[in-house]
């Protein structure tokens, strides 16, 4: 055979063979040992075994010198001949710096061979290989080493093999120290212990250390000690676990649930040596799982409870799950559903509808909720249904469709219903013909529940018989212009109990009815009620039996309002208008009251004179429609009430008065409390009037807190007054008491500087004097004399105020200029009340004064000797009740005899 042929074994087992045969030459003594050595060594077969031996063979000197190498050694190394690899030096080159030369040498200078050394030699290329060598020392007699011969083994595979697998094991170390789940390895048998752990082990069992947790035995981890039995039992026959689900103990006697994979290793003899496995700790999972369990159970509950049906479907639309309501829906059993798409259940159009709304939840992500539509059922009965519909997501990509269909026919139907009550209604308020109005309640009825018959009955007045007030075509001309007793008839029973009759059969009721039973038998007599009251009913009927339902009753329940409405507007159309026609003659009324008072205000406004302002004040009460009307004055310094003006029936005569203290009159109550009193029937009440009415009312006007006046108003007979009226009223006594209030002169008494001389011409207070003379030269001597020595005095004079100032230098002395134009500091001669008014303030705030009336024969012009006279007697009565004096100068030749004779019955003269 030849030696390329050979197995590494074979020659092998030849070297041996011929290292035996090498020692049985030397070994023999009869044998030139030198010469058959070197022979068999020069031998053929000899150089054949070393050049083509497995493993390379060399001889070498203690110099590096390499004596001899077979090929094997040759092409180890990268040599291509013995020759070519005899010319390295080893002391020079050969080997990687961890592995000297110099270790080999002392090896064998100490021991003599190397047995299995490992090193590293460097290839003519330069790479590196490993090798082993086993080689000896041969020495001379005296000791000396001559050379050396060894076997060299490539081992740099096996090296290669052995880093893999150092860094492999170093990397399942790291692996198993920081994975999450425990890794372990025991022994077998019920008292198995641990071999092996990594740290995450240790911690699942809440052991402090390695060491602790291989200590104790593998059984006091399980919970349940049968489930340790069954676990070993299983993986003996099986040769593994999986997923092995298993309750475990810790160290501090809690529990949780831990996931095991193990293997058991066996020996080359089949026996188990121990068990290699994994425990994940999944008790949150568990608990989850159980959680999700629980849910899941609810979901499945609360799906099959529901009335409202449940689906889910693929992105296709095919139907992947139900519950029972959605194939009750449909009318199909949930096998018969599974698989269908929803096209086979809709029409083209609806299904054409979904298609779109489905695709913009797939592309949008968002829910679409109540979307109307309709479905085909199994019997191919038509359904309305709503349905919302979302997104079903796997892996954060669409994967189908999940929704909720809910049956709304019924709902539909109503709806449908409403909106003929609705239209009715819009009818009903739209116009009051009610023959119009029945006949659309005919048709909504016929489109809802159909008729063959349909009648409206309304009651008579008198109570005592029903007529219909509507019939259909069909029956009209039979019941036209007819009034039924219905003391005990159907419908009269329906109308005087309000009680719904609902009749399959009319023809088997005990109760007879208004019509021909043997052609209505199925009727509906529905009661018609105003306010609680039935005012009659609506009666339909066929000719069938049996067709009509309680469900008809309930759409028809409506109509009883819608009717009664009808039936109500039309009787209240009467009313309303009679009503309109009464508030248009209130309205007319109260504009024309209004108007009155805006034109008093605006009078008013306009107005300076108070005798003027009262006048218009006095009109416009007797426009508002008064039987009576007047104005009274308080005059404070005589504590009466006084008859100023006014007008009506039954008046007291002008200036007529009334002492404050006679409080029983109705006016001296106003005045003293300062509200208003109003007595609608004054026969009710006591207290007396000035003048005798039915009804009245008095309204105080109050100037700065202080009751100026008081208008009065009352009314014979006929219409008593109104609250409406007693606001007119206190209206007006308010624009009076702002008139007042901003027309009102007031005078502060202020004395001239006073003089040092004595008084020229003095006059006693509490009197009224005259001087007579063409101008009023004395009378003005007189009056500046007495308020140059501390008197106040104020002038009322025809002269202007401030020439009368200049020429007698009266700076501080008040004075009104009698005028009718309208200026600062101006009285017109029409306005004497004011100056009654500011004479009473001006006196009454001074306890000695002096007043200068100078312009008598102006005022008498202007006005009249009777109304000058009257008020000048009351300026008198004020001069003497606060202690003043009164100023007259006059022109006699301007006045007749007897009305200078009236002046000097009241007033001095003064020669």
């Known amino acids: 055979m030849k030696d390329e042929r050979k197995t590494k074994k074979q020659l092998i087992d030849e070297l041996l063979h011929l290292r035996q045969r090498i020692a049985e030459v030397e070994a023999h003594p009869d044998i030139e040992k030198g010469s058959q050595l070197k022979a068999f060594q020069e031998s053929e077969q000899y150089k054949s075994f070393l050049d083509h031996a497995p493993i390379g063979i060399y001889r070498t000197t203690p110099d590096g010198c390499i004596l001899m190498g077979n090929q094997t050694l040759a092409h180890m190394l990268g040599y291509s001949s013995f020759e070519e690899l005899s010319q390295r030096n080893l002391e020079e080159e050969g080997f990687e710096p961890e592995y000297p030369r110099s270790q080999f040498k002392e090896l064998m200078e100490r021991e003599g061979q190397v047995i299995g050394l490992e090193s590293s030699w460097v290839k003519k290329d330069g790479t590196a290989i490993f090798v082993r060598e086993n080689a000896k020392a041969f020495q001379d007699d005296s000791g000396r080493i001559l050379y050396y011969e060894g076997t060299v083994e490539d081992i740099t595979e096996r090296k290669k093999a052995e880093a893999a697998l150092r860094e492999s094991e170093e990397k399942y170390r790291t692996l198993t120290d920081n994975v999450n789940v425990g890794v372990y390895r025991n022994t077998v048998g019920p008292k198995g212990k641990f071999i092996e752990a990594n740290p995450a082990i240790v911690k699942m069992f809440g052991y402090d250390s390695k060491e602790e947790f291989l200590s104790i035995n593998v059984a006091d981890l399980y919970q349940h000690p049968e489930d340790r039995k069954k676990f070993n039992e299983k993986i003996l026959r099986d040769g593994f676990v999986r997923n092995e689900e298993l309750k475990l103990r810790k160290k501090d006697g809690t529990f949780f649930f831990g ?49 409202d049906g449940y689906f889910e479907a693929d992105l296709a639309g095919n139907i992947i799950f139900l519950n029972d309501s959605f194939a009750r829906i449909l009318g199909y059993s949930k096998d018969e559903m599974l698989g269908m798409n929803n096209r086979e259940f809709m029409d083209e159009e609806n299904a054409r509808q979904v298609y779109k709304i489905f695709n913009t939840v797939y592309r949008t992500g968002e829910p679409a909720t109540a979307m109307g539509g309709e479905i085909t059922t199994k019997e191919g009965t038509r359904k309305f249904v709503e349905a919302s519909v979302s997104l079903i997501r796997d892996a954060g990509e669409p994967g189908g469709f999940r929704g909720i269909l809910r049956d709304i026919t019924e709902r539909k139907r109503a709806e449908m219903q409403l909106k003929g009550l609705f239209e009715a209604s819009k009818l009903i308020n739209s116009t009051i013909d009610m023959n119009r109005i029945f006949r659309f309640i005919a048709d909504s009825v016929q489109a809802l529940v159909g008729f063959d018959n349909f009648i409206i009955f309304l009651v008579s007045k008198d109570r005592t018989g029903i007529y219909p007030a509507y019939a259909s075509e069909g029956i009209r001309t039979s019941v036209q212009n007819v009034t039924f007793d219905y003391s005990e008839s159907l419908t009269g029973h329906c109308i005087e109990n309000g009680e719904i009759l609902l009749l399959e059969d009319a023809q088997k009721e005990e109760r007879r009815s208004i019509l021909d039973t043997s052609h209505f038998k199925s009727q509906i007599i529905l009661p018609l009620v105003i306010e609680d009251l039935c005012v009659g009913a609506l009666h339909i009927s066929k000719a069938a039996s049996h067709a009509y339902q309680q469900r008809d009753v309930d759409i028809l329940k409506p109509l009883n309002e819608v009717v009664s409405s009808a039936i109500r507007n039309s009787r209240l159309h009467n009313e309303i208008k009679e009503f309109n026609m ?71 005569e002008p200036d007529t008065s009334i002492p404050m203290k006679q409080k029983e009159y109705f006016g001296v109550q106003c005045v003293l409390e300062k509200k208003t009193i109003y007595v609608k029937d004054s026969s009710t009440v006591e207290g007396k009037q000035l003048a005798e009415s039915q009804s009245f009312v008095w309204v105080p006007i109050v100037v700065q807190d202080e009751a100026f006046a008081a208008l009065a108003a009352g009314n014979v007979s006929g219409n008593p007054i109104t609250d409406e009226d007693v606001k007119d009223m206190e209206i007006l006594a308010s624009m009076c008491g702002a008139f007042i209030d901003r027309t009102r002169v007031l005078i502060e008494p202020v004395a001239e500087k006073a003089l040092k001389t004595e008084i020229k011409y003095w006059l006693d207070p ?35 105020p401030e020439k009368l100032r200049r020429t007698y230098k009266l700076q501080k002395t008040p004075m ?15 306005d004497l009340s004011k100056l009654k008014y500011i004479v009473e303030d001006f006196t009454r705030k001074s306890e000695n004064s002096v007043i200068l009336l100078e312009g008598l024969e102006y005022l008498i012009t202007q006005t009249s000797f009777e109304s000058v006279i009257k008020h000048l007697q009351e300026l008198k009565d004020t001069i003497v009740l606060n202690n003043s004096r009164l100023i007259l100068p006059i022109h006699k030749e301007t006045l007749s005899s007897k009305e200078f004779n009236i002046l000097k019955r009241e007033f001095s003269i003064i020669e």
């Open 582 to 652: 009464q508030l248009e003659r209130r309205i007319k009324e109260r504009s024309e009251r209004i108007e009155i008072l805006l034109h008093a205000r605006q009078e008013l406004q306009r107005e300076r004179e108070w005798e003027k302002g009262l006048k218009t004040i006095g009109k416009s009460m007797e426009k508002l429609g008064f039987d009576q009307v007047g104005i009274f004055l308080v005059s404070p310094m005589k504590k009466n009430l006084v008859f100023h003006m006014g007008g009506g029936v039954g008046l007291p």
């Open 259 to 307: 996931s095991v994979s193990a293997v058991a290793v066996t020996d080359r003899y089949g026996a188990t040596k121990y068990y290699d496995g994994i425990i994940e700790d999944i008790t949150e999972h568990k608990l989850a799982d159980e959680a999700l369990q629980r849910s899941e159970e609810k979901y499945r509950t609360i799906l099959k409870s529901i009335e």
């Open 766 to 800: 509490m009197e009224g004097y005259i001087t007579l003379e063409k101008k009023p030269k004395k009378a003005l001597q007189i009056f500046t004399d007495l308020a140059a020595h501390e008197i106040p005095g104020f002038v009322v004079s025809r002269v202007y």
């Open 816 to 830: 009104l200029w009698l005028t009718r134009i309208e200026t600062k500091n101006a009285l017109s001669p029409d």
